[in-house]
């Protein structure tokens, strides 16, 4: 899949449950202060702020493959990017050479990555031994509630842009990508949200961006109310991967 370029202003204005989820990477990472850190899937920098404020003597890595989420961090950092590496890149390709840290966390993006056993030699390729890696992702089961009504509402029947594996899969692509203490969590995470306008921006924000750069704009505007409607609740059926690991 080509690289998503994402609408980061109507992204950073939605409640996103990424918030905490990008709250907790950061805590289990157990930071000294003066480390460097790899953010692989930064967006417009919300965590890479907050990593910031946990390394008073430290540096981040922010690394992302969508120009305007890129231009929104430096916008959100503004003097605080003397202490930031900017690095426009695509994960599913060999990292650039700048990629490297102490740790590397990532929040909400590897879904978007085909071949996790790849994308995993790629962040150990980063680290260096006994470095801290820290990741969450959609897993298995992901929005699946969220899939059917987007069937229902006439959606495309193109192939899913996201890989969604299992627990499994993935301590089994971490080992084999050379990671040890390899601990990796299953947790059911519901997003509730308002109906109306709310709910539909962040189907076409966070959802469906992917599938509507393909259709015309209305079209695109008209499946995203068909979906909302079709949603019995106004909730998201997160289920995410949570990811703690050592480099070997």
């Given at each position: 899949?080509?690289?998503?370029?994402?609408?980061?202003?109507?992204y950073?204005?939605?409640?996103?449950?990424?918030?905490?989820?990008?709250?907790?990477?950061?805590?289990r990472?157990?930071?000294?202060?003066?480390?460097t850190?790899?953010?692989?899937?930064?967006?417009?920098g919300?965590?890479?702020?907050?990593?910031?404020?946990?390394?008073?003597?430290?540096?981040?890595?922010?690394?992302?493959?969508?120009?305007?989420?890129?231009d929104?961090?430096?916008?959100?950092?503004?003097?605080?990017?003397?202490?930031?590496?900017?690095?426009?890149?695509?994960?599913?390709?060999?990292?650039?050479?700048?990629?490297r840290?102490?740790?590397?966390?990532?929040?909400?993006?590897?879904?978007?990555?085909?071949?996790?056993?790849?994308?995993?030699?790629?962040?150990?390729?980063a680290?260096?031994?006994?470095?801290?890696?820290?990741?969450?992702f959609g897993?298995?089961?992901?929005?699946?509630?969220?899939?059917?009504?987007?069937?229902?509402?006439?959606?495309?029947?193109d192939?899913?842009?996201?890989?969604?594996?299992?627990r499994?899969?993935?301590?089994?692509?971490?080992?084999?990508?050379?990671?040890?203490?390899?601990h990796?969590?299953?947790?059911?995470?519901?997003?509730?949200l308002?109906?109306?306008p709310?709910?539909?921006?962040?189907?076409?924000?966070?959802?469906?961006?992917?599938?509507?750069r393909?259709?015309?704009?209305?079209?695109g505007?008209?499946?995203?109310?068909?979906?909302?409607?079709?949603?019995?609740?106004?909730?998201i059926?997160?289920?995410r991967m949570?990811?703690?690991?050592t480099?070997?």
């Open positions: 899949m080509d690289l998503l370029e994402w609408d980061a202003g109507t950073d204005s939605l409640p996103l449950p990424h918030e905490r989820w990008g709250a907790g990477v950061i805590d990472l157990g930071l000294r202060g003066d480390e850190v790899v953010d692989l899937g930064c967006g417009t919300r965590d890479t702020e907050r990593l910031l404020d946990r390394l008073p003597g430290g540096r981040v890595v922010a690394v992302d493959g969508s120009v305007q989420m890129l929104r961090l430096r916008e959100r950092l503004g003097p605080r990017l003397d202490r930031v590496e900017v690095v426009h890149a695509d994960l599913a390709q060999p990292f650039p050479d700048v990629v840290g102490n740790a590397a966390m990532s929040v909400a993006t590897f879904h978007w990555v085909p071949d996790h056993a790849a994308l995993f030699r790629r962040v150990a390729g680290l260096p031994r006994n470095g801290r890696f820290e990741a969450e897993g298995e089961g992901n929005i699946a509630g969220f899939l059917q009504a987007v069937e229902r509402a006439g959606g495309p029947e192939e899913s842009p996201w890989d969604f594996a299992s499994d899969q993935t301590i089994e692509a971490l080992l084999g990508a050379g990671f040890q203490d390899v990796v969590r299953v947790v059911e995470d519901p997003a509730v308002e109906r109306g709310q709910l539909e921006a962040f189907i076409a924000t966070v959802l469906l961006g992917a599938t509507l393909a259709m015309p704009p209305e079209d505007r008209e499946l995203v109310r068909r979906t909302a409607a079709e949603l019995p609740e106004p909730v059926d997160y289920v949570q990811v703690s690991a480099r070997g």
